[in-house]
């Protein structure tokens, strides 16, 4: 089955403590993202990575890291975790041509509490 | 600034109604332009999708979607809502020339459907 799988799907911690969530998908796309959700905020891209070993800022990137070492992989670190990154947490993945480009496949989110 | 907006937080309709809901954007040209749901404790699932030609799409659920150049609008319809299309709805824009590779969502409409 086509999927994107983050874990964990819960995860409380305390600030500055590091911490990674990771996302794995398994149809060979090359471009994955990470978002993080807020209420009256939507979805705001906070890294995406057009292929292995290329990634790039999105709108939100201040005290996230990503790595892409391998294709089907892009994990989030939170080296510092803060308070203003409890947040909910999306990994998405897609082709970037082809008919089905663009469109994005999500996985089922993490929600952070940073206490 | 390049946005996306969608003007309603929060919509209620009766089961059986009619819906629209609205999203404009302001990237210029001809974005990629997407329709998410996102029901509650899930993930996002793509509705549909406009990249090029004929400007009404159709999209999964019996939603539609028209694109309008002219009022850089891209609302979704459903001609007769079902209880189960109660959830968060989010326009989404890019990649193209014009954004780059990024995707941008508006901040969302939650639609409440009563009985």
């Known amino acids: 089955e086509a999927q994107v799988t983050q874990n964990p799907r819960y995860l409380i911690t305390v600030t500055g403590k590091k911490l990674t969530v990771t996302c794995s998908q398994n149809?060979?796309?090359?471009?994955m993202s990470w978002y993080r959700q807020d209420p009256g905020l939507g979805l705001r891209q906070i890294y995406y990575?057009?292929?292995?070993?290329?990634?790039d800022k999105g709108d939100v990137p201040e005290g996230y890291k990503v790595s892409r070492k391998e294709k089907r992989n892009f994990p989030l670190i939170l080296e510092s975790p803060s308070p203003n990154q409890t947040s909910l947490y999306f990994c998405?993945?897609?082709?970037?041509?082809?008919?089905?480009?663009?469109?994005?496949?999500f996985g089922a989110g993490t929600r952070l509490s940073v206490l | 600034a390049q946005s996306v907006t969608q003007p309603d937080i929060h919509i209620t309709v009766s089961e059986g109604a009619s819906l629209e809901l609205r999203c404009n954007y302001s990237y210029g040209a001809t974005p990629y332009l997407f329709w998410y749901v996102q029901s509650p404790g899930q993930g996002l699932q793509l509705l549909l999708k406009?990249?090029?030609?004929?400007?009404l799409v159709q999209g999964i659920k019996g939603f539609e979607a028209e694109f309008k150049r002219s009022q850089s609008s891209f609302n979704l319809r459903k001609p007769s809502v079902h209880w189960s299309d109660a959830a968060e709805y989010f326009c989404a824009v890019g990649p193209s020339p014009n954004t780059g590779n990024q995707f941008y969502f508006g901040t969302g409409t939650s639609l409440t459907v009563i009985p």
């Open positions: 990575s057009m292929n292995v070993e290329v990634t």
């Open positions: 998405a993945s897609s082709l970037v041509g082809g008919k089905e480009r663009n469109i994005q496949y």
């Open positions: 149809m060979n796309h090359e471009y």
């Open positions: 406009y990249f090029s030609g004929d400007t």
